[in-house]
């Protein structure tokens, strides 16, 4: 596992903008208007509830950097579960893992989900790279297919493994922009398209957090029968305010994130 924050984000976002290149156009955009830095508030990661590869697995690549354990988060009508995590060092952007809980999906999904699985190299969950390794078994386009009939994250999971979802930038940290709204008319003025599931803006100043984010990229991927251009990852925004002891809020908003995770499904 790695010793080293800054390399591991640092490797996160170079695979993630391998196929999320319009993250790094953005980056530069909001660069050149803003004269500052661009910080990161979190990224997220997900995974499936197994044994194998759960969130805990995952999480362990974080807590050996001295991450700690925040808030959990049950997403039921998507059958998942999440956790997040934060470092002492507040400058250390805040980390959100999600997993599909399998026994709530349907026999045939579960069946595929453990098919591809037991491809996989045990060893290569605790890997350094893990975390941004890709995808470890071969499926077909038609499994994909199949897997979103029923659930977008299996199908997603399935197709690109274990990557950075997004990374999120803190419009806190911005000096030109102060709010979620301007952030998205400069998104839109430079053609990107916002996730408008439960509106363009989700959470409130009275929930402490406001985020909004683009819809995913479209990127190849090749699968065992075909190559297809399916959905890959978005780049977010949050705004956080601060709590009544003048503290910013680092946790997340459950009923934001469900809605946030709807920017990989191309069906909404």
């Known amino acids: 596992m790695h010793t080293d924050r800054d390399t591991l984000f640092g490797r996160l976002w170079a695979n993630y903008c391998e196929v999320t290149p319009s993250a790094e156009d953005i980056h530069r955009l909001l660069d050149d208007t803003q004269g500052g830095e661009i910080v990161n508030d979190h990224i997220a990661l997900r995974t499936y509830n197994l044994e194998e590869l759960n969130l805990d697995k995952l999480a362990a690549h974080f807590l050996a950097l ?85 659930s977008e994250y299996a199908a997603w999971v399935a197709a690109w493994g274990f990557r950075a979802n997004h990374f999120t930038v803190s419009i806190n940290a911005l000096s030109r922009f102060t709010t979620v709204a301007e952030i998205n008319q400069v998104l839109k003025d430079n053609g990107y398209k916002v996730n408008s599931s439960g509106g363009e803006i989700k959470g409130s100043p009275e929930e402490l957090l406001e985020q909004s984010s683009t819809m995913a990229d479209r990127a190849e991927v090749q699968f065992s029968d075909q190559t297809a251009t399916i959905p890959s990852c978005f780049y977010e925004f949050a705004l956080r305010y601060p709590k009544p002891d003048g503290q910013l809020y680092s946790g997340f908003v459950a009923a934001s994130a469900d809605k946030i995770f709807e920017s990989t499904d191309s069906r909404s």
């Open 66 to 150: 001295g991450y700690q354990e925040g808030g959990d988060y049950h997403f039921e009508a998507k059958k998942l579960y999440a956790r997040h995590y934060e470092h002492p060092d507040p400058s250390a952007p805040k980390v959100f893992i999600s997993e599909l809980l399998l026994e709530q999906c349907s026999e045939p999904l579960q069946a595929v989900i453990r098919k591809l699985v037991s491809e996989m190299d045990p060893a290569a969950v605790t890997a350094d790279n893990f975390l941004y390794s890709g995808r470890h078994w071969d499926v077909s386009y038609s499994t994909y297919r199949a897997l979103l009939d029923e």
